[in-house]
């Protein structure tokens, strides 16, 4: 069954760090695009970014420009989202999908990983 695994969640301070990963093993298609979402209570899920395996073309949510970074490890089949200067307003559970469209829409992705909680807090 093709899942991805999220890891790297976890509490931090306004203005810390946090780097999560994203394992996509057995996505084997020549082209594939792994989105990185989020949702907190009561909101819907929104798009943070997304990266594409063939060319790496990115995409950034306007919220998280400039503070965060995604990229690739083709050779680990991992996908990495690097956040920087949290804010509190950035708690949410991140959850990492599996696509073939470069979108920051949920619907098109087709594989979910379970989600990795991201709480932002002095």
């Known amino acids: 069954q093709l899942q991805p695994v999220e890891s790297g969640g976890g509490l931090v301070q306004p203005g810390g760090s946090l780097r999560l990963s994203c394992a996509a093993s057995g996505f084997t298609s020549d082209y594939y695009v792994v989105g990185w979402f989020r949702q907190a209570p009561g909101k819907e899920r929104e798009g943070v970014s997304c990266?594409?395996?063939?060319?790496?073309?990115?995409i950034y949510a306007d919220s998280v420009k400039g503070r965060f970074t995604i990229s690739r490890d083709n050779a680990k089949n991992t996908v990495y989202l690097h956040m920087n200067s949290l804010k509190p307003e950035d708690t949410a559970v991140y959850y990492c999908a599996v696509g073939f469209i470069e979108t920051m829409i949920p619907l098109p992705y087709q594989y979910w990983g379970q989600g990795t909680q991201v709480t932002v807090s002095s």
């Open positions: 990266i594409s395996s063939s060319d790496g073309r990115t």
